[in-house]
């Protein structure tokens, strides 16, 4: 019976937002954020996980540390310096197009808010119990997507990907699918995609649900119908419903956010399961049989203690390779704000820190992940390198 850490999961004092365990957070890094020592069994009978020699180099929404986040650029240079997979995160037009960007408020990410023709399209809306203020995909085309230009969403902390603010616009899945296929041509090596279905019940609510739209993008396109696609999702109905109706050449995963809170479709269904429950004892078991990998925050695989240097190893990786799933944690990123205390040098908490990225990664690796996220695929590549 494998036991490992998720009782009572976070102390309240150490973590006092739940950006940690978001994925649209801006500058947390979880440094707060502890698990308790309170242990749960799994109960599932133990079934062996594919053994995974290298583990998958994720480029979370491209290379996201060096170039504005999910543009041509970022998945340029994220497949350069060796990414296995690149990240598009997916939602929709008013015209139904899927577009790549990490949620559908585009305020922060792109020069919209200096596009008078569009002022009067600002807006507040609830996202998956989420009020927000900007300008949502929604309610553009996608031609009017199109004469936008996308901006560093970290702004000075990342000088280097900022002086690309104004080059790239926003893309298509289907744009970002031709552009790996040239990629993976001009190269002679295989590049995956790890699509996310973001606000998939949102969507869904206002009439422009997305599964059906992805699931046709991947029949017209000749590379996604034989590259390795792995499609996740923070909601489990979507994923369920997917299970039937992939090809052999995708895989489909699970993503964990805040284990106090429940899945977005969840919510909207009155259900009362929480992330916490999906990872607690019959749940992992019971997402082995509709999904390949678990993806918690790296957090929850090795927690912080309360000086924010890392405390012991969780177990859930063990655990989750007993009953049959890969594990893929999110997200590593490079600067100082975002290490544990143990890997941070003393130039700035907003300062670039390749040595002690490498450093987490390889702790962290070190427990039997299958694959990772990470802002900077270069540095994962060394850390991988350097680990086997």
């Known amino acids: 019976m494998v036991r490992y850490a998720v009782g009572d999961l976070l102390m309240p004092e150490l973590w006092k937002d739940a950006a940690p365990f ?59 310096d060796g990414a296995d997979f690149v990240e598009p995160d997916l939602v929709v037009t008013k015209d139904g197009v899927l577009v790549v960007r990490h949620e559908n408020n585009i305020a922060e990410t792109t020069d919209v808010a200096t596009r008078p023709e569009f002022a009067a399209r600002k807006t507040s809306k609830t996202i998956d119990g989420d009020q927000q203020t900007g300008w949502f995909t929604e309610d553009f085309t996608f031609a009017e997507l199109k004469t936008l230009r996308a901006r560093e969403r970290l702004g000075a902390m990342r000088p280097e990907s900022q002086s690309y603010d104004g080059q790239f616009q926003i893309v298509s899945l289907e744009e970002v699918a031709d552009f790996v296929a040239a990629e993976a041509a001009a190269r002679g090596r295989t590049i995956g995609l790890i699509p996310e279905i973001k606000h998939g019940t949102y969507f869904a609510g206002i009439g422009l649900p997305q599964e059906q739209r992805l699931l046709d993008c991947i029949g017209k ?8 696609l792995i499609i996740q999702s923070f909601e489990v109905g979507n994923l369920k419903a997917l299970r039937p ?62 000086d924010g240097r890392l405390a012991a190893p969780t177990g859930l990786v063990d655990a989750a390779h007993k009953v049959g799933l890969l594990v893929g944690v999110w997200t590593f990123r490079p600067e100082n704000h975002f290490l544990a205390a143990d890997f941070r040098d003393d130039k700035g908490d907003a300062v670039r820190n390749e040595v002690g990225s490498i450093a987490e990664i390889r702790r962290y690796l070190a427990t039997g992940i299958d694959a990772f996220f990470t802002d900077d695929p270069g540095l994962g590549r060394q850390a991988i390198d350097a680990a086997t």
Request: aromatic content about 4%; proline content about 9%.
């Open 22 to 80: 978001t994925r649209r957070g801006l500058l947390h890094g979880g440094a707060r954020l502890a698990l308790l020592g309170a242990t749960v069994a799994t109960g599932a009978a133990a079934i062996a996980a594919p053994a995974r020699k290298r583990p998958l180099l994720i480029a979370h929404r491209g290379c996201s540390a060096l170039r504005p986040e999910h543009t041509l650029g970022a998945y340029a240079k994220a497949i350069e």
């Open 221 to 228: 396109s000749a590379y996604l119908s034989r590259a390795p």
């Open 245 to 306: 109706k992939i090809a052999s050449n995708v895989q489909l995963m699970q993503l964990i956010g805040d284990p106090t809170q429940p899945p977005p479709d969840f919510a909207a269904q009155g259900i009362k399961r929480t992330y916490g429950d999906l990872i607690g004892p019959g749940g992992l078991a019971e997402i082995s049989h509709y999904a390949q990998y678990l993806a918690p925050p790296v957090r929850m695989i090795i927690p912080l203690g309360s």
